[in-house]
Every structure is written in C-alpha cells, then in structure tokens.
Nanobody
Framework: VQLQASGGGLVQTGDSLRLSCVGS????????IGWFRQAPGKEREGLAC????????YYEDSMKGRFTISRDIAKNSVYLQMNSLKPEDTAVYYC???????????????????WGRGTQVTVSS
C-alpha cells in the first residue's frame, strides 16, 4: 500500500486549503483513510477518517464544522477540505490507511499500518 499526500502550502488566516491523498496497492475494499497532523513539539493527532466500502466518516470533535473529508473513487483519492484556517492549524498533515471490517473507522494511530509522507501546511497570522 502506498499513500501520497499533497496540497499543503503557505496560506493566511481565514483561507481554505484542500489536501489530497492518493492511495494504491489495496487488496481489499475494507480499509479506511485517515487524516492526521503533527505540529512542532506536539503529538500527532487524528482529524478525520473515511471508510472505503461505504463512505462513512468520523471526525475528531474539534474538527467538525471546519474540516470535511471526502473522496473521489475514480481517482483513488481522499480529500481534506480545510476552511477558516488558523495559525494553530500549522502542522505537517499525513494521510494513513487502516484495515477495517464492519466497524466504523477510528482515529487511533496504532490502528493505521500505512502512512504517506506528510505535506506541510503553514497558516500565517
């Protein structure tokens, strides 16, 4: 499984940004893609996840309303739309994949076996 995140950049407070994650090498439909981020000096935190077989999603409570996860099946891509960005959103953003069965996806880092390289998002004040 390979994942590639892209779309990061330098933006100003209040701007929007859409991150993309392209995945390949999956041998089953039962997986989920999660978005995570890690700011300097902080632990990696989960933002949102999307389950591939049914499109169901789960968000970290603090991300609801500003961040939206979506997908384009034809492009094997999962997106993270980020609106009203704040300086505290500055971090390296990662996408990752976990195998899932019939349960909803979650944001437990230890469940994610496959990680892509991160993409830097910097929000200036």
């Amino acid at each position: 499984v390979q994942l590639q995140a892209s779309g990061g950049g330098l933006v100003q407070t209040g701007d929007s940004l859409r991150l993309s994650c392209v995945g390949s090498g999956f041998t089953s439909d039962y997986y989920a893609i999660g978005w995570f981020r890690q700011a300097p000096g902080k632990e990696r935190e989960g933002l949102a996840c999307l389950k591939n077989n049914d499109g169901s999603t789960y968000y970290e409570d603090s991300m609801k309303g500003r961040f939206t996860i979506s997908r384009d099946i034809a492009k094997n891509s999962v997106y993270l739309q980020m609106n009203s960005l704040k300086p505290e959103d500055t971090a390296v953003y990662y996408c990752a994949a976990e195998r899932v069965g019939y349960y909803p996806c979650n944001l437990d880092l230890s469940d994610y076996a496959y990680w892509g390289r991160g993409t830097q998002v910097t929000v200036s004040s």
